[in-house]
């Protein structure tokens, strides 16, 4: 059974070598996903209202 300082451990290494990627996939574009975050949102808004005609 693992200890919980090994675990730590193997965590702190594991977030070590993620942050030299920054974290950001070259294919992702905040500014799409974010506006696409928001359409999705919205319209589930929308599609909630018009079944919630009663009040």
């Known amino acids: 059974m693992m200890s919980f300082h090994s675990s730590a451990a193997q965590l702190v290494t594991l977030a070590a070598e993620g942050g030299e990627h920054g974290g950001n996939h070259e294919s992702l574009n905040p500014l799409l996903t974010?506006?696409?975050?928001?359409?999705v949102l919205l319209l589930l808004l929308w599609i909630t209202t018009r079944f919630n005609r009663d009040r």
């Open 34 to 39: 974010g506006g696409g975050a928001l359409f």
